[in-house]
T-cell receptor, first 112, second 114 residues
Framework: GQQVMQIPQYQHVQEGEDFTTYCNSS?????IQWYKQRPGGHPVFLIQ?????EVKKQKRLTFQFGEAKKNSSLHITATQTTDVGTYFC????????????FGAGTTVTVRA | GAVVSQHPSRVICKSGTSVKIECRSL??????MFWYRQFPKQSLMLMAT?????????EQGVEKDKFLINHASLTLSTLTVTSAHPEDSSFYIC??????????FGPGTRLTVL
C-alpha cells in the first residue's frame, strides 16, 4: 500500500518559536490530509489539500501541498502550549482512495 | 463537524474472553467505517474497512476470525475481539467517512487484556 513518510518524529519547541513538520510520498497523491491528536485523545481532522502547490492557512498553521503532489508540510508559527500533540499527515491508499495511510506522526512538546 | 461515538471508552478483560466495541456516527450516515489500532507513541494502523451490508475488508496480517466486524446499519459498526490475549491490548479507534474522504474519528477504546 501507499507509504507516507513523516519527519521529524519528535519536535521540542520553545514557546513562541516556529517549527515545520514534513510529509513525503513516493507516489503522487490525489490529496493529503492533516490530523492532530492531543495526548490521550483521538485524531481530529485539520485540513485537506487537493491542488498542486496549494497553500492553506488556519490562524498560526500553514499547510502546503507540493507542486508534484508528493509532499506536504505543516508550519506552525509562534508555538503555544495548546499546540502540544501529535500531528499526522495521511494520504489515500494506493488501492482505495477511501482508505488512508498515515504517516508516523510528529509529536510536539512545548517548553514554556 | 460530524460526531462519531465509540463505546466503551475503556475495557479491562481477562485473557480468553471476547470484547465488543461499538462505533456510531451520530449525525450522518456512513456507508464506510474504518477500524484502526494504535500502540503507544505509534501511528494509526488500519485494520479493516467496514462496509454497510457487506463483508469487511481486512488489511494484510489482520486475522478476520479474531477481529470480527459487523456493519449492520448506516450508523453502527462493531468490532469484536475474540479470545483476547494480552498482546491484543491496544487503543482501538474507529472512523467514519462522510464526504470528500474526510474521516471523523471516534474517541477510541482502550483495551487491556489481563
Amino acid at each position: 500500500g501507499q507509504q507516507v513518510m513523516q519527519i521529524p518524529q519528535y519536535q521540542h519547541v520553545q514557546e513562541g518559536e516556529d517549527f515545520t513538520t514534513y510529509c513525503n510520498s513516493s507516489t503522487t497523491l490525489s490529496n493529503i490530509q492533516w490530523y492532530k491528536q492531543r495526548p490521550g485523545g483521538h485524531p481530529v481532522f485539520l485540513i485537506q489539500l487537493v491542488k498542486s502547490g496549494e497553500v492553506k492557512k488556519q490562524k498560526r498553521l500553514t499547510f502546503q501541498f507540493g507542486e508534484a503532489k508528493k509532499n506536504s508540510s505543516l508550519h506552525i508559527t509562534a508555538t503555544q502550549t495548546t499546540d502540544v500533540g501529535t500531528y499526522f499527515c495521511a494520504g489515500p491508499s494506493r488501492s482505495n482512495d477511501y482508505k488512508l495511510s498515515f504517516g508516523a506522526g510528529t509529536t510536539v512538546t512545548v517548553r514554556a | 463537524g460530524a460526531v462519531v461515538s465509540q463505546h466503551p471508552s475503556r475495557v479491562i478483560c481477562k485473557s480468553g474472553t471476547s470484547v465488543k466495541i461499538e462505533c456510531r456516527s451520530l449525525d450522518f450516515q456512513a456507508t464506510t467505517m474504518f477500524w484502526y489500532r494504535q500502540f503507544p507513541k505509534q501511528s494509526l494502523m488500519l485494520m479493516a474497512t467496514s462496509n454497510e451490508g457487506s463483508k469487511a475488508t481486512y488489511e494484510q496480517g489482520v486475522e478476520k476470525d479474531k477481529f470480527l466486524i459487523n456493519h449492520a446499519s448506516l450508523t453502527l459498526s462493531t468490532l469484536t475481539v475474540t479470545s483476547a490475549h494480552p498482546e491484543d491490548s491496544s487503543f482501538y479507534i474507529c472512523s467514519a467517512d462522510r464526504t470528500n474522504n474526510e474521516q471523523f474519528f471516534g474517541p477510541g477504546t482502550r483495551l487491556t487484556v489481563l
